[in-house]
């Protein structure tokens, strides 16, 4: 029994992981009904200011993730400017190959930038453990959890009850009649991609202590947090969040008691199952045409 | 519109493919330049500039273990730089491809050496698994590969006499460190746990461990496997907490081991640690310097550990700014001694080319800061082992082993 617990706890940190991710992705798709899959490259790009900010620079931990998530915000905005804006309105293809290309780009830059040695970025809490009974939980895991949960918390106020929110609402559910009743959508799609992108830095601040930064890394994390928004209901936040949770605790459960080796599988085929009796997702809506 | 937006996008295409083309060899275009010290009386018949040797490495210079792909460019520039960037007269060109270590990917990366870049020899393919994969290419190409990384058992069984004449291996492989190395780990646990990676260098690791402790009294309790560039081990960790083996030895190279030691502090395992890998590495060290102690207490046995060549311990860090690794160390070897050795010899026979090159190495016997080097039937050499430790945040080499052809 113990062992299952302790399972569980890997689960739901390893969820909440993927979900901080995966947020900020779906925030994206919900506002501009397009993938960007630069979104693990922005957390790669994330981890890396965190380890110049705090590692190079020892600016503290709490004031280099503020920095962090401010500058990705801009790093989002200009993101926003020069890739997304100009395929916004084409075809799903071309919006593909724009991020796909960004992506590239960006691992590369980070290549020729910080060569390829992993990067690592320890704190106080990452290096300190909380014991009880049988439990072991590193503080910055429990840091990981409480932050998930505030920022889900801030974002749902966020949308449900600012002009912002309110309006990148309005533009998801119908963009052509957001244009005519005179929404800014290019400035609200500015500010989506901040959030985007600040929920990526917010993700990089607090894992990159646990693992490392790599300019590879972007595309596991992409891959989990991609699964987690199409399973969740494709723009439905709150259901990323909730199929991240369950891609974590599936996989840990897998790993722990039948494969580590095909954990991955195991979280694939748990998406395939949903999928085929669900193909919406857990929370998204039928769409009949 | 439609134009502008499509030409932009032409535009950025082949920028991207370009850059990713580049990125690669950043490190490597240092070691391409050709020698620029000219000799200072040169006789008729050298006047004649002689054709530059191209010399291709296959390696993982993409994915989570880039950096050992970048390791080994290392140890081949700084070497050609000691050499002049010539041998016997022969300016060097190195060329790389990026196998990803994954074995697809290495076949692509050896064709395109040997069909476009047209290489004389090839240094790879990094990780077993790729070596294994491009093995049956050599002979049908006659092109020789020298292995320096790949410490797959099977390496040595398909080589030489084993029918692969074109395949030569500088590290020991498992197989053979395993004998040497299993006695410490003997002396300290009577049961044990091995974690390691789900490819052939992990699984080849973790096989001839397994073989060998048995022999010794130490039982393998549990055999675990991971991906490389994992994120989360902690399944796996708290199942060998469960299995409570005494002692446990990781196979990894220093990115994931940083991750596994750190988790394995998380659960509170407190097993005797051994390594078999880049764990017990100078490299380590420096990528953890911001937390001291990760690899404290661990025992390590592997082909390489500083102190077994202090001039290069220097010259390397002198060079590049950067800590020694084992990878860095082995591909330093090869270039400063085998390669160098092997080209000579076959510059002796009047034609440098891919049949002489593979002659010459059957022939060299060189002596080196780690040993003499030869390859056997087997086209295997027998560089000297090291296990070391790490005491109080220190290096410290217990022993140098002498490597010899494996029992089994």
Known sequence: MDIFILHLINGITLGAMYALVATGLSVVFGVLRMVNFAHGDLFMLSGYLLVFLYVEKGVPYGLAVVFTVAGMVLVGFLFERIVIRPVVHRTWRIQLIATLAASIVLTNLAILIWGTTPRQAPTILSQNVFRVASVNISYQRILLLVVAVVSFLLLTWFVQKTRTGKAMRAISQNREASVVYGLDIHGISSITFGIGSGFAALAASIITPLYSVEPTVGAMVMMKALAAVILGGLGHVRGTIYAAVLLGITEALFAGYVSYPFRDAAAFIVLIFVLLLRPQGIFGRKVSI | MKRKLTFALVISLIFVTLLSSCAPLATPTEATQAPTQAPTQVSSEETIPKEPIVIGVPSAFSGPIAYVGESYMMGYTLALEELGNEIAGYPIKLVTADNACNPDQAVTAVRKLVDVDNVDLILGSGCSSATLAVMPLLPEAEIAQITEGSTNPKIYDGSGVGGNIWQFRYVPDDRIMAEGFAPFIAAEVKSLSILAYNDDYGRGAAQSYQDILGGLGVEVVSTEYFERGGADFRPLLLNIKEDKPEGLLLVATESDGIVILRQLKELGLTQKLFARGAIVTPLFMEMTKKEPGLNEGIMEGTWWAPGLDPKFDVAFV????????????????????????????????????????????E????????????????????????????????????????????TK
């Open chain 2, 363 to 406: 022939k060299i016997s060189v002596e080196t800061p780690v040993g003499v080097i030869s390859f056997d039937a087997h086209h295997q050499a027998y560089p000297n082992m090291a296990v070391s430790t790490v005491e109080n945040g220190t290096i410290k080499l217990l022993q140098v082993l002498e490597t010899k052809a494996p």
């Open chain 2, 318 to 361: 002198n060079r590049w700014g950067t800590a020694p690794s084992p990878h860095r160390a082995t591909s330093y070897f090869i270039m400063r001694y085998v390669v160098k050795a092997a080209i000579e010899e076959a510059a002796k026979t009047g034609t440098v080319d891919r049949k002489s090159i593979r002659d010459a190495l």
